[in-house]
Every structure is written in structure tokens, then in C-alpha cells.
């Protein structure tokens, strides 16, 4: 019908919201990244436990580069990419030596304590958390990236939910 408006109208689809930020080389810096990384969550309305998981993923990878390269020089930088449906974020130390927690082995949960090699239990929780994670070097700088889906089926994994597909 020519020359007449309709009564669909298209949905709306927010526009991915990106912002970037750098942050001291100190665990003294966290609170300033939960709340940057939460201002921008709340404003697309995520659930808590999405909300949950992103802070606790990026405490894990955040205080990993600051506790095992005190001695870098420069600020990590910490981007942050929220669509509809994910929330993506890139952790990068510009001053690091090469340590692709991406390919580390996972934490053997079935051993008793005593029989645990110390370490990775971090990364192991990490990995049930997200959906996706990767790991990029050059030169001295390093860079972590990951991505969870929001909302839906799955946003309620917990850290219990080991069982759960292994990122990566």
C-alpha cells in the first residue's frame, strides 16, 4: 500500500556500548574497576548474576597481572564492550612477559586438597564463568579477553557449576 504509513514499527536495538579506561598496577584499584564496569552494566539493566561473574572474572585476571608483574611499568588497561546479548572485556598489560593462562592445564578438582598442585583454581572458575577467552602477546605488551552472555539460559552458572564447558 503505497502512501501509507504502517503499523509495524521496527524494534529497537541499543547500540553496543564501548568504553576503555586504565587503571593503576594495584590491587587498591579495584573498587575504581567495579565501579566502571558496573555503571555501564546498570545501565543496560544485566542481572546480578551476570553482573557477579563479569566482577569476578575480572578481579581474577586484573589482580593476576598486577600480583605476578608487580614490577611492570605503565597501567593495565581495561575495555569493556556490552551488546544486547554479551558483555566483552579486553584486560592489557602493556609491560609483561608471555603467559597464556588460556592454554594453563586446568585445576584437577577430583584430587584431594594435599594432592592439588598449588595455583590455577583462579583461572579454572574463570574458565565456567565465560563463554569464550582468549590471550594475545607482542612485544612486551599482553592481552586477555573474554565474553559472557547475558541473560538467558546459563546467566545463573555459579562457580559451582563445574561441569560446564571450558572457555576458550
Known amino acids: 500500500m503505497t502512501g501509507q504509513a504502517s503499523d509495524r514499527t521496527a ?4 547500540a553496543p556500548v564501548r568504553a576503555q579506561r ?11 574497576i567495579f565501579a ?12 546480578e548474576a551476570d553482573a557477579y561473574a563479569i566482577d ?16 611492570g611499568s605503565g597501567s593495565i588497561g581495561i575495555e ?19 603467559f597464556d593462562m588460556t592454554a594453563a592445564p586446568d585445576a584437577d578438582i577430583h584430587q584431594p586438597v594435599e594432592r ?8 579454572h572458575l574463570v574458565r565456567r564463568l565465560v563463554d569464550s577467552m582468549e590471550y594475545d602477546h607482542s612485544g612486551r605488551r599482553s ?19 563445574t561441569e560446564a564447558g571450558r572457555a576458550g
Do not use: Q, W
Open 11 to 14: 524494534p529497537v536495538v541499543a
Open 22 to 32: 586504565d587503571f593503576e598496577r594495584s590491587f587498591a584499584a579495584l573498587d575504581d
Open 36 to 47: 566502571f564496569v558496573r555503571s555501564h552494566l546498570d545501565v543496560r539493566g544485566a542481572g
Open 56 to 71: 569476578l572474572t575480572i578481579e581474577e585476571l586484573f589482580t593476576n597481572m598486577v600480583k605476578y608483574n608487580a614490577a
Open 80 to 98: 569493556i564492550e556490552l551488546g544486547p546479548d554479551a558483555f566483552t572485556c579486553r584486560l592489557t598489560d602493556p609491560d609483561s612477559d608471555r
Open 116 to 123: 592439588r598442585r598449588p595455583g590455577g583454581l583462579g583461572i
Open 143 to 161: 592481552r586477555v579477553s573474554f565474553t559472557r552472555k547475558l541473560g538467558g539460559s546459563g546467566s545463573e552458572r555459579t562457580l559451582f557449576d
